[in-house]
């Protein structure tokens, strides 16, 4: 090892604690050597005093007791430092002090200064020795100032004379060297500690965005550049994708804290069944990625079997027992992916379609059986953001009543624009948003924007209809909807009557004694309530009768068959007909919707339904269409409708 080398590795050592008490330990010693050497040596000079046999063997003593309590107490290096610094001080002052004021005649002060004071550029270096000692390098400024008024007051006291030139001489340059040598260590020991402090938050930050603050493993960053590490080299590994089944429920039951605590033990035993090498990673929530390389795929899904095994062993969390299992998709490379993005969408997929067969299970990724699922799983993900990055825009479709053509309803439809995929179909995203959970955020945020808009048109365009606002199953189970409801009209300062939500039947039916607490308490506000896609679902009719509800829609599939005589469309009017004697008997509104000719909107009419909504009136519009289109009149396809109704 050449020298450069060792100087390298000399200083790698000492950038810590550690590194800086092996050097004090070796340096204390050699000052207490040269103590001692004073001791023993200074009766023979000739120029002996006092003085010096005192402080001489006390300076001794003081610096290997100071060795001991390094070697003891690791811990106490600052204070010890501080200590050598002080006592160091006391004693160079002390010494000034008798020169100029106590030395016996016959001894030269130039002498004597010269035997001692050349060590004084160590106590300065020494108070810069640990990064953010305060307290050493007070001492050295502390001394510097009585140092210097030791000084002018012997100047002050004896004057500038041929016997005491040479005193006042050596002070005055000793002065200035040890003013030099504090200004320049100050300056030092500043450019340090801020080199220091930014290398020690440099390290940190490295730190915190490598390591998952919650269990102590790396974080997806560190995983992926391994990844990405492994792909270069062209190394064979694989990738197992863990997600714990369930563990929302353990959050809500059980608190976030205790969710917490899983999950550290969760890491932990992770960490156990792996070997040298294996790298395990938590990439968020209760997902995790393990790496597992130089092995065969029936190893890794060995692996992943002996992981369930170990998972189920209950965990023991502040007294509770609970019970967990993973389900684990496998990629590997090269067979599944050429890059660390492509093996961790695969190994998700395969880790999907376990949640979707039963849990608590091991799949390999199969690019013939995973790829449409692959694509839901990266929609579902991209959906998770899709609000804050603003993708999602509302569009409104006019409801027109049938006998005097007035715009009386506009319905709020919510639509996705991907940056990549564009136009994402509603049929597409919102099962994803139900399914994830998301509906709820991206519903209560819906009904607060078309509130608002809603009073807007009111207000500024003199719009008098009401606004219809579709509610998932999953948004109306939630007990907080009926207060997310009062909240958006109070935000928006809409009348209650002038908002209405439409249900499907699935919706109604799912808790009949909940629905109806929760439909009582909306209709008291004041809002309307209407059931979506009429005569598909569950079509009880007690519902009609017992549930404050106000409006139905019959469903488009039976307006198609209207005018299909392929569709058989006596049935579609005997549907029709019989629904719309049933909401006039319960005195209910009827809304035909997927209007889309003539025709269709002339039976329909005919049928007695007060409502028409579709293509044939109008396509869903942005914002400023439709405000448009209140401005200024209805379409142009409105033309011959509005002759008849004339």
């Known amino acids: 090892m050449n020298m450069t080398r060792l100087a390298t590795s000399f200083l790698a050592r000492s950038a810590g604690p550690d590194g800086w008490r092996l050097i004090l330990l070796l340096a204390i010693p050699v000052a207490a050597f040269a103590f001692f050497l004073g001791a023993l040596l200074?009766?023979?000079?000739?120029?002996?005093?006092?003085?010096?046999?005192?402080?001489?063997?006390?300076?001794?003593?003081?610096?290997?007791?100071?060795?001991?309590?390094l070697w003891r107490r690791p811990k106490n290096i600052g204070g010890v430092v501080t200590t050598q610094v002080l006592l160091s001080c006391l004693f160079f002052l002390a010494k000034l002090i008798y020169l100029l004021y106590f030395l016996p005649p016959g001894l030269s002060i130039q002498v004597e200064m010269t035997e001692s004071f050349f060590w004084?550029?160590?106590?300065?270096?020494?108070?810069?020795?640990?990064?953010?000692?305060?307290?050493?390098?007070?001492?050295?400024?502390?001394f510097f100032a009585a140092m210097t008024l030791c000084s002018v007051g012997y100047a002050a006291l004896n004057g500038w004379t041929p016997q005491t030139s040479g005193v006042l001489f050596a002070l005055i340059e000793m002065m200035l060297a040890n003013l030099t040598l504090l200004t320049l260590t100050q300056a030092f020991i500043g450019y340090k500690d801020r080199l220091s402090s930014s290398q020690t938050q440099a390290q940190t930050l490295q730190r915190l965005v490598h390591t998952d603050l919650l269990t102590g493993l790396p974080s997806r960053l560190r995983l992926e550049q391994e990844l990405n590490e492994a792909v270069k080299r062209n190394e064979a590994f694989t990738l197992l994708f863990i997600d714990v089944d369930g563990f929302k429920m353990i959050n809500d039951t059980l608190g976030h804290s205790v969710g917490d605590e899983v999950l550290r033990e969760f890491a932990h035993r992770l960490q156990d069944a792996l070997k040298a090498g294996d790298l395990a990673a938590r990439i968020g929530g209760d997902?995790?990625?393990?790496?597992?390389?130089?092995?065969?795929?029936?190893?890794?899904?060995?692996?992943?079997?002996?992981?369930?095994?170990?998972?189920?062993?209950?965990?023991?969390?502040?007294?509770?027992?609970?019970?967990?299992?993973?389900?684990?998709?496998?990629?590997?490379y090269p067979d599944d992916g050429r890059d660390a993005e492509t093996l961790l969408k695969h190994a998700d997929a395969a880790m999907y379609q376990i949640k979707r067969t039963g849990r608590n299970g091991v799949r390999r990724f199969d690019a013939a059986l995973d790829a449409e699922l692959e694509h839901t799983v990266l929609l579902t993900r991209e959906f998770q953001l899709a609000l804050t990055r603003e993708q999602l825009t509302l569009v409104y479709q006019p409801i027109y009543h049938l006998q005097t053509g007035e715009m009386s309803k506009i319905e709020v439809l919510l639509r996705w624009t991907h940056p990549e995929y564009g136009e994402i179909s509603p049929g597409v995203f919102i099962p994803i948003a139900e399914t994830s959970g998301q509906i709820v955020s991206v519903g209560r945020w819906v009904l607060e924007r078309a509130c608002i808009q809603a009073r807007h048109w009111r207000e500024n365009h003199g719009w008098a209809g009401t606004v219809t606002v579709n509610v998932s199953p999953v948004q109306f189970a939630q007990p907080g909807f009926v207060d997310e409801v009062k909240q958006a009209l109070m935000l928006s300062g809409l009348p209650a009557h002038k908002l209405e939500l439409e249900l499907t039947e699935g919706a109604v039916m799912q808790n009949p004694a909940l629905v109806q607490t929760a439909l009582r308490s909306l209709q008291r506000l004041g809002?309307?309530?209407?059931?979506?896609?009429?005569?598909t679902g569950y079509s009880s009719l007690a519902y009609l009768r017992d549930l404050p509800i106000g409006c139905i829609k019959i469903d488009r599939s039976f307006i198609e068959d209207i005018a299909a005589p392929r569709r058989a469309p006596q049935y579609a009017v005997a549907l029709i007909t019989a629904i719309v004697g049933v909401a006039q008997t319960l005195d209910?509104?009827?809304?035909?919707?997927?209007?889309?000719?003539?025709?269709?909107?002339?039976?329909?009419?005919?049928?007695?339904?007060?409502f028409g909504q579709g293509y044939y009136f109008a396509r869903p519009l942005d914002t400023t269409r439709l405000t448009e289109l209140l401005d200024h009149g209805r379409p142009k396809v409105h033309t011959d409708w509005q002759k008849r109704l004339n």
């Open 527 to 535: 809002v309307e309530i209407t059931i979506d896609d009429f005569g």
């Open 287 to 332: 997902e995790f990625v393990v790496v597992v390389k130089g092995t065969s795929p029936t190893w890794a899904t060995v692996l992943a079997q002996q992981l369930l095994v170990g998972l189920a062993v209950p965990f023991i969390v502040r007294g509770q027992q609970i019970q967990l299992s993973a389900s684990i998709g496998i990629s590997v």
């Open 588 to 610: 209910l509104q009827v809304v035909a919707e997927g209007i889309e000719t003539q025709e269709q909107m002339e039976a329909v009419r005919g049928f007695g339904c007060d």
């Open 120 to 142: 004084i550029p160590a106590v300065y270096v020494l108070s810069l020795f640990i990064p953010n000692l305060k307290a050493a390098r007070n001492v050295t400024f502390i």
């Open 42 to 69: 200074d009766p023979l000079s000739g120029q002996s005093t006092p003085f010096d046999r005192l402080a001489y063997p006390a300076l001794t003593v003081g610096s290997l007791l100071l060795e001991l309590v």
